[in-house]
């Protein structure tokens, strides 16, 4: 089990550096992608505990993140108007109006329920992916996406073997019987250590100007935190829909919706620090 869950880290890891090494298109369309197969692996949960989650409107606003990928094509094409704030606060008001539509007119099929875990799991998960996307927009963007990765990664490795070696006492066993609290102090540490060598490389190197170290330091202790309540949350939403795994594409990992939960909140922390406090 552990040998097959170290070689799909390694295969992802791989796919991974190729996509965000490709630009700022082809890591939005990667993000695209994988928020479609996130929102069927969350609506397939669903289904399994008897609901009817409106599955045309999650994919949809899944192209949102094809409108953030790169600025230079939203110019390039006149779209930046498609991409404002009162664009987007459009876009929710639609959205809204239109799975309300399908408890008026499918009143039979849908209801409040549905249509609730629907705009949910929209924001759960398109929302959240997004900041991938801004993150990379952002000067020296290239440089600060891979503090998303670095952060919900290390910190579920450290978390792991932390857990597997010194995990004695028993976190939320409610919620994810195996998560321990020596497993998650371990996962805070590791990606705080994790971080600030990444911060030293940054420095180092002159990619970036200058980054007082305890940014970094706090980024990880910060990452460590939120990517750990990510897991912890999507570890509620299975044991409520009683599924083990959203999905099965990763083998030792579960779907794509598994592997990025932490990444799911992982990612906006990241980025409102970058873009308020540094």
Request: proline residues 2%; aromatic residues 16%; positive net charge.
């Amino acid at each position: 089990m552990l040998k097959t869950r170290v070689a799909s880290a390694l295969i992802a890891v791989i796919i991974l550096i190729a996509v965000v090494c490709s630009g700022q298109i082809i890591l939005g369309i990667s993000v695209f992608l994988v928020s479609i197969l996130a929102m069927h692996e969350y609506f397939k949960s669903l289904e399994n505990a008897g609901y009817k989650p409106v599955r045309a409107v999650g994919y949809v606003a899944c192209a949102s993140i094809l409108l953030l990928c790169c600025e230079r094509v939203s110019k390039i094409l006149c779209l930046e108007q498609l991409v404002s704030l009162e664009a987007l606060i459009f876009a929710v008001f639609i959205m809204i109006v239109v799975l309300f539509s399908f408890i008026i007119f499918l009143h039979g099929k849908y209801n409040i329920v549905d249509i609730s875990l629907t705009f949910f799991g929209v924001f759960y998960i398109t929302f959240l992916l997004s900041f991938i996307v801004l993150i990379r927009n952002l000067n020296n963007g290239f440089f600060f996406v891979w503090l998303i990765f670095i952060g919900a990664f290390s910190t579920d490795t450290f978390a792991y073997f932390s857990g597997r070696f010194f995990g004695k006492h028993k976190l939320m066993p409610a919620i994810s019987p195996k998560k321990t609290v020596e497993g998650s102090i371990g996962g805070v540490i590791g990606c705080a250590l994790t971080t600030m060598l990444y911060g030293l490389y940054l420095n180092k190197s002159g990619s970036i100007d200058f980054i007082p170290y305890y940014h970094f330091l706090l980024i990880g202790v910060l990452c460590g935190i939120i990517s750990q309540m990510g897991d912890w949350a999507a570890s509620a939403i299975k044991r409520y829909v009683k599924v083990k795994d959203f999905g099965n594409i990763m083998p030792g990992h579960g779907g794509a919706l598994d592997r990025f939960d932490s990444i799911l909140f992982t990612a906006p922390a990241v980025y409102f620090y970058l873009s308020w406090i540094i």
